[in-house]
């Protein structure tokens, strides 16, 4: 089992990375996610809007992973609820696959909040918990896997900004905090004193493994 | 971007542009009650829920692949 998870700042206002996130397909720096489509959307009773919408990516997996967990099919799908609160600024959202899914679970978390310190900047908390089922190589993969979503998380946030502001940018000023490390080591302090960052491995992996094990349920919900 | 049914690549971006504007200039202003694309969404929806049935993709469960292909259980 692998765990990542990652904070990062935007320097924008929640808004407008919300406006973003919602638009994050296509995504020309992230070609692996190819389909995307909405099965649900609500606004329930606290004016929080649901969506569950259903992705189609092909993972890029090295082919050495590929030969070992002995598929050529790389069209993998993904179910992903998301949960966007406009009065309390946040912006919460799960994923998990639902193919492969004997072999690999890959469950992710994101949360976008205000910079606790500036309005005018944006906080994303990202987790996501990788098993590879019964392979002696597992650990292994897991690395690569995670490796690719790290990866992947950066080439996204990139990019939206772009799209966004309507104007040519360096993607890469945008997904590099540059002058805000600092600004991401107080966060992640202030995220731990006000204990929304989970204190242990074994929290973020009940965090991020709830989240996407409750998918399962709701997508059986949704279609019956 | 595209659908996961060919057929409804186009139903789909009329609906997120819709979608995508009501939700810049009404939802995150405060103004969630309303919802000017439940057309577009049903006719995009009958679309894609054929789709799925058709390309056979477990949304209401799990799909095992590789070392001999077993079925998932069946709860409904």
């Known amino acids: 089992m692998k765990i990542w998870s990652s904070e990062h700042v935007f320097g924008h206002p929640w808004d407008t990375v919300i406006k973003a996130a919602m638009r994050k397909y296509p995504n020309p720096m992230n070609p692996g996610v190819v389909g995307v489509d909405v099965l649900?959307?609500?606004?329930?009773?606290?004016g929080r809007l649901h969506s569950h919408r259903l992705l189609s990516t092909e993972w890029g997996l090295p082919s050495l992973v590929k030969a070992i967990l002995g598929t050529s099919r790389t069209l993998t799908y993904i179910k992903e609820h998301s949960v966007v609160d406009p009065v309390e600024k946040k912006m919460e959202l799960c994923s998990t696959n639902i193919t492969l899914t004997n072999l690999v679970s890959v469950n992710e978390r994101l949360v976008y909040t205000p910079h606790p310190e500036n309005p005018e900047m944006t906080v994303l908390q990202q987790e996501a918990v990788i098993t590879v089922k019964g392979l002696s190589l597992g650990s292994y993969l897991e690395s690569l896997m995670a490796n690719t979503i790290s990866s992947n998380a950066k080439k996204d946030l990139g990019v939206s900004f772009v799209e966004v502001r309507g104007k040519r940018m360096d993607p890469r000023r945008l997904s590099s905090p540059g002058s805000w490390v600092e600004g991401s080591a107080l966060v992640r302090q202030r995220l731990l004193m006000e204990s929304r960052l989970p204190s242990s491995p074994a929290e973020l992996m009940e965090r991020a493994w709830m989240c996407g094990r409750k998918l399962l349920y709701k997508f059986k919900e949704l279609l019956s | 971007?595209?659908?996961?049914?060919?057929?409804?690549t186009d139903m789909k971006r009329e609906y997120d542009q819709c979608f995508n504007r009501w939700f810049a200039e009404k939802f995150l202003k405060g103004d969630g009650s309303g919802d000017p694309c439940t057309d577009l969404f049903k006719r995009y929806q009958q679309c894609v829920q054929k789709a799925i049935k058709e390309k056979e993709i477990p949304i209401e469960g799990l799909e095992f692949m590789g070392r001999g292909k077993e079925k998932p259980e069946s709860s409904s």
């Open chain 1, 40 to 46: 649900e959307r609500s606004v329930d009773g606290r």
């Open chain 2, 1 to 8: 971007m595209n659908s996961v049914g060919e057929a409804c």
